[in-house]
């Protein structure tokens, strides 16, 4: 039994090779790479978005709580600035108060600012409000 080769049986087949070419490789990994980075970019911009609505948050109930204080001590608050701090969340926050005449004798108007730190220039939240003169 011998076996025959013949020149025929050699060449290869003319059928299309079923995996990626080098090119296509570097192409792919390209595009994955740009995915991955603009990923990595949006889930640390959501990292410190989250981190400021979190500290809004915090500052907004400090001035809410200041603004409660006020209203339940029962004093007419005389103009000017005043300021401060309170701890909300293991944290210390600064607020400044600023007490204004309104063309109503009976009302003040107050602004309360909360910052993170007391030379910070820019504040996290701001509450506007009013009072009443409690002896009339």
């Known amino acids: 039994m011998s076996l025959k080769i013949n020149a025929a049986s050699l060449k290869q087949s003319k059928t299309p090779s079923r995996g990626f070419t080098l090119m296509e490789v570097l192409v792919s990994l390209a595009v994955l790479a740009i995915a991955l980075s603009a990923l990595v970019k949006s889930s640390g911009e959501n990292t410190s978005n989250m981190e400021?609505?979190?500290?809004?948050?915090?500052?907004?109930?400090?001035?809410?709580?200041?603004?409660?204080?006020?209203r339940a001590s029962n004093t007419w608050a005389s103009t000017g600035d005043s300021n401060g701090s309170a701890e909300m969340a293991s944290r210390e926050w600064h607020w400044t108060m600023k007490?204004?005449?309104t063309p109503d004798k009976a009302i003040r108007k107050y602004i309360l600012e909360i910052r993170r730190d007391s030379h910070d220039d820019n504040a996290i939240a701001r509450l506007t409000g009013f009072m009443n003169n409690p002896d009339g």
């Open 52 to 70: 400021y609505l979190r500290d809004k948050t915090f500052a907004h109930w400090v001035a809410m709580n200041k603004a409660i204080e006020l």
């Open 99 to 101: 007490v204004e005449a």
